[in-house]
């Protein structure tokens, strides 16, 4: 069995890591950026943070911020033609995963013109020429674009989310800085650090799951469970613990791929424009109790890395103990419990269940699954 491992070059953590951006980028020889952000963290003073240290070492950049949560197609082309009219040579992307996401579509497209339409993106892309190079800072803790090999771009034409899986999209430089997420409301640190626990839980039952990217899970879910609702609470070390623990989801998960809790949850996205962690949460418990049937061994481990009493349960005792625990943790943080509290409606289940059956997510899904079943979960979860 020979397992594939893909990471940042490099990558530097804690608050106040943005500090090393300067450096960075006159080792890299850079000469002019995009920075990638969006008008929320503009306004917010968020991305301020960085402007101010490139404003002070006079690094040239190019702003462009038109970007909304969930972004589409549309966002990715307006950025482009920015990045080719100002000829940047790279790109600084500050932001949560709409913001990184579609940086990652830019970079990629800039040295791999054939894909302008941005469309034939979708799916797994081996493009010829490595991405023009990204350093990505997050500021929320949740999706961990930063460190993927994928992206995720809205057709809004079709109302269709594109996982877009492309080795070279990864940033070349990661810096989390804690710093930036720390004046993120409550709402959505809440959905993104669920988000990060998605991750890490369908990383570790994934099917191509191994050893490293095990390891990777298993930290991650007993960091983010024991910190999430403490860092929402603004507790310093809480924040540093969850913007780490989103990153090695990411590493995990990158690397292993996921199931059908993201298949899912991508659909309530493109058709009601969820919020991507608030879809997960909302999802998770009742698949996994689906999940749980084909290996509930593995919600052992995951009981224990969580800190929870496993003692004496076995097969689907242990799945549902673990489960339980999620939803409650999502309910404590008034995460909606039912699809149709987010202005779902049942007459779509069958449009959100054949898509979810066609997303690229589904193939890591340790239960075999079709259509049908997943139409089944849709309606429980309604
Ligand atoms: N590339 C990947 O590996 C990957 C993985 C999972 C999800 N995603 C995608 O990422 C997107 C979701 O990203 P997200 O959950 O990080 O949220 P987001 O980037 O969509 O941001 C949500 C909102 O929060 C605001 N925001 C961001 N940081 C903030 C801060 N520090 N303080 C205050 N407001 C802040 C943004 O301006 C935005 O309005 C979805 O499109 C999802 O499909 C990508
Ligand atoms: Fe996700």
Known sequence: MVNRFIFNETSYFGWGAREVLPNEIAKRKFKKALLVTDDVLLK???????????DDRQIEYELFSDIRPNPTVGNVKKGLRICKKYHCDYIIAVGGGSVIDTAKAISVVMTNPEYKDIVSLEGVTNTENRA????????????????TINYII??????TKMVCIDTSSIPVLAIVDSELMNAMPSSIAAATGMDALTHAIECYITKA??????????????????NLEKAINKDKRALDQMALAQYIAGMGFSNAGLGIVH???????????TPHGVANALLLPYVLEYNGAACPER????GIAMGLDMKNLKGMEAVKRVSQAIKNLAIRLDIPQHISELGGKEEDINTLASKAYN????????RETNASEIEDLFRTAF
Do not use: R, W
């Not at 997303?359 to 340790?366: K, T």
């Open 209 to 226: 799951h191994n050893e490293m990217t095990d390891m990777f899970a298993l930290k991650a879910m007993g960091i983010i469970y024991n």
């Open 44 to 54: 917010l003073g968020i991305a301020s943070k960085i402007i101010d240290i490139l």
């Open 299 to 302: 919600f052992i481990d995951m």
């Open 359 to 366: 997303d690229p997510c589904l193939a890591g899904n340790p």
């Open 154 to 159: 809205t057709d809004e034409e079709v109302k």
């Open 263 to 273: 298949a899912m949850a991508h659909q309530l996205g493109a058709l009601y424009d």
């Open 132 to 147: 023009l190079p990204l350093i990505a800072l997050p500021t929320t803790f949740g999706t961990a674009a930063e460190c």
